[in-house]
Structures are given as C-alpha cells and as structure tokens.
C-alpha cells in the first residue's frame, strides 16, 4: 500500500484548494453528452423556469380569466428545487456540479438568478393585483404591464443564461471585454 505523505510546509488553504480542484475535475469529466455546462458547472436549464413565466405573462395578456390561477400559482425556485422536482435526465449531477462551480462563476450566477426572483416576485403581484381589480379588467393597462413584464424577464434570464454559458459579462468597472473562455479562464485565475 503507498503512503502519501503530507509535507508540513502545506497550509490548509492549499489542501483545500488541491481538493476543489481535484472535485471539479471529477464533475467535468461527468458532464459531457449533458446540458451541464463544462466550463461552469452550471446547466441554463434551470431557467426554463423564468421561461415559463414569460410565457404565462404573454399568456395572460391575451387570455387573462384562462391563465391567471397558473400565474397566480407560480413562485420562484432555487436551483436545487426545480431540479429536484423536474424530469431532467441528470437532474441529481446537475444539482452536485452547481455546488462544485467556480465560486466567482456562481456568485454572479446567483446574483443574476436574486435579480430574476425580485423582478419575477414583483411581476406576479403587480399583474395579480391587476387581476383582482373589482372593477372590470382594464385589457391595454394589463397588456401593457404583462409585455414590459416579459421583456425585462427576458433580459434578466439572457444575462443568467450567459454566465451559465461561460460569456460572463464584466463587472461594471472592468476595463476589458471579457466573454466566452477567456472570461471563465479569468475568473479561475481570481480565485
């Protein structure tokens, strides 16, 4: 049996760095053939879930009285509950190789996704309120919030959408253009 012999000149914070890294490796030598971003460890299947709120607040606009309980009835979740819940193949990795992403990747991850919650939480209720007016639905005033509504959805989920995919965008204050492999390889070398 060979004996690995630790050095006493190893701080703790290099072990710890050996073994993340070790870990990550062993998470993107799982992920090829799935939707899990190798780069990231992160998958954009996850916001099909702000996907379908867009879809219902389109749906809405044109067919409140058909549509509403379903909007009324949508409420965020975190990555690992709508995995946990969906039929995605490799729902149970996808959950493990979010937990193992580059800690710079999914802080701006998971940013964007708060981002996405409030905005999507505020929607729900301006629309909802809109819905329950006791007077008769004004249909332009509905209309109008429900497609400003999508619309700033879909910027939010296009910005989470880009880091998952590894086009992380720069931090306001950044000098340079960072984006696809340069950018994921820059925030490796912040860490």
Request: aromatic share 6%; charged share 25%; with cysteine.
């Amino acid at each position: 049996m060979d004996h690995i012999e630790i050095r006493e000149d190893v701080s703790r914070e290099d072990i710890v760095s050996a073994f993340r890294s070790a870990m990550v490796g062993h998470f993107r030598s799982h992920v090829p053939g799935t939707n899990i971003n190798e780069s990231t460890l992160l998958t954009t299947d996850y916001l099909n879930h702000f996907h379908e709120l867009v879809m219902l607040l389109e749906a809405v606009s044109s067919e409140p009285s058909d549509f509403s309980g379903d909007l009324m009835a949508w409420h965020p979740l975190t990555y690992e509950e709508h995995f946990s819940a969906s039929g995605f193949r490799d729902k149970n990795l996808a959950i493990a190789a979010y937990h193992r992403a580059p800690p710079k990747i999914r802080a701006r991850f998971d940013d964007a996704v708060a981002k996405l919650h409030g905005e999507a939480v505020t929607l729900v209720a301006e629309v909802s309120s809109e819905l329950n007016e006791a007077s008769k639905i004004d249909e332009n005033r509905l209309r109008s919030a429900c497609e400003n509504g999508a619309a700033r959805l879909r910027a939010l989920i296009d910005q989470a959408n880009a880091i998952a995919n590894g086009e992380v965008m720069p931090d306001p204050g950044d000098s340079g253009d960072v984006g696809g492999q340069a950018g994921v390889d820059a925030l490796f070398d912040q860490r």
